[in-house]
Structures are given as C-alpha cells and as structure tokens.
C-alpha cells in the first residue's frame, strides 16, 4: 500500500470554474497536495497518458475531450491514498456515484466525468511521473 495517488481535474470542472470547490473537498478529506499544476495537453499526449484505452470505442472521444481546455495535474498524499481518492471522487459513471462524491456533486457524463483518479498503486506512480519530475514535488 502506497501513500501517494494522482489526480486531474479534468477540462470540463476546469471550465465551469470548480477548481477551488473541488481542491477543497480533497484537503477536506485529509490529502496533502505534493504537487500540482494547470497545463493544457495536446491531443498527443493525452493519447499517451490514457494509451491503455487505446482498443476502447470511447479513446478517440477520451482524447478529443481531454485535449479540449486546460486541465489540473496533481501527486496527492494519504495514508491508503489509492483506494481513499476512488471512494472520494464516486464511480467513473456519475449517475452511478454515490451522494457527496466529487463526481456526483461535478460531473456532466461518464465520458465528462470532472476528475481523474489512479487505479493502483503502480498506475500511480506511472501516471505522477508522467507530469512531474522529482524537482517538482515535495
Ligand atoms: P478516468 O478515471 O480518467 O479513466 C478513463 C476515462 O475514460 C474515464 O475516467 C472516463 O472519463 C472515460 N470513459 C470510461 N468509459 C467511458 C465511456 N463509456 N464513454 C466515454 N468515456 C469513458
């Protein structure tokens, strides 16, 4: 069990300007923010941070999506913080998340779904390392 996941507040929260409401529900929760920054992705690199969707019908759409407005990448840090920030943000589908959530309280659509969370301790760290080097964080 690691103590860091990563996260993204994806173009569509970024857009209705839930930036704010959404980093307050993190800290609320207990995580310290390691790093963090605003960076728009070209469609390219979005491609390759989610390459493993590559066969899914949903990745062309995923791409576009996550290339369409300026996103926030952030390294949280939590005792059990994989699992504890995927109960946080509610499931991928939010008609399918439970109340209080971060996706049931912001997202639009499962493909539109406000936040990005890590699925495993190695993705984690695969996915932090993607945009931060060791310089970056604390
Ligand atoms: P995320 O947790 O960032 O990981 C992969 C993303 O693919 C997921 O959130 C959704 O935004 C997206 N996704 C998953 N299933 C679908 C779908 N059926 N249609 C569109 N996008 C999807």
Redesign the pocket.
């Known amino acids: 069990m690691s103590n860091r996941t990563f996260t993204?507040i994806?173009p569509d929260a970024f857009a209705a300007g839930h930036i704010g409401s959404i980093l307050k529900h993190i800290e609320a929760a207990g995580f310290k923010i390691i790093a963090m920054k605003a960076i728009r992705l070209s469609a390219e690199k979005a491609g390759e941070f989610?390459a493993v969707?590559k066969e899914?019908p949903?990745y062309g759409?995923?791409v576009e999506f996550m290339s369409s407005g300026p996103i926030v990448a952030a390294i949280l840090e939590k005792e059990n913080a994989v699992a504890d920030f995927r109960t946080l943000i509610g499931a991928?589908n939010p008609a399918q998340a439970a109340d209080g959530t971060i996706r049931k309280l912001y997202a639009k659509s499962?493909?539109?779904?406000a936040v990005?969370?890590s699925d495993s301790d190695e993705n984690a760290a695969i996915e932090g390392s993607f945009f931060f080097s060791a310089f970056e964080r604390i």
């Open positions: 993204m994806k989610y969707h899914r949903f759409e995923l991928t499962v493909g539109e779904n990005h969370g």
